[in-house]
């Protein structure tokens, strides 16, 4: 089992920036790909982006050019940095982990953009 916690998220004014951190816990050892998810109030979980344990990410087009994730492998922690946040990435952002075909999810963190 795999535990996450994601961590980072908060009040932000439209433009601003954020850095999400998700740490890994439990049985860590050969976590595949990492990610992050978001769901907006009334809408379906969608992929931001992910990222391979080797470092290759995976970026969603609604949020290309404005986002970075990255990884530390040693410390089993993912990251997303978010600049020039708009209302509209108003969402809880979930961090999962995939491993041996298993995902797993945090419980996610409350990101609000105001305008």
């Known amino acids: 089992q795999v535990q996450l916690v994601e961590s980072g998220g908060g009040l932000v004014q439209a433009g601003g920036s954020l850095r999400l951190s998700c740490a890994a816990s439990g049985s860590i050892f050969s976590i595949n790909r990492m990610g992050w998810y978001r769901q907006a109030p009334g809408k379906q979980r969608e992929l931001v982006a992910r990222i391979t344990a080797d470092g290759r990410p995976d970026y969603a087009h609604s949020m290309t050019g404005r986002i970075t994730i990255s990884r530390d492998n040693a410390k089993s922690e993912v990251y997303l940095q978010m600049n020039s946040l708009k209302p509209e990435d108003t969402a809880v952002y979930y961090c999962?982990?995939?491993?041996?075909?298993?995902?797993?999810w945090g419980k996610g963190t409350l990101v609000t953009v105001s305008s």
């Open positions: 999962n982990a995939e491993q041996y075909g298993a995902i797993y």
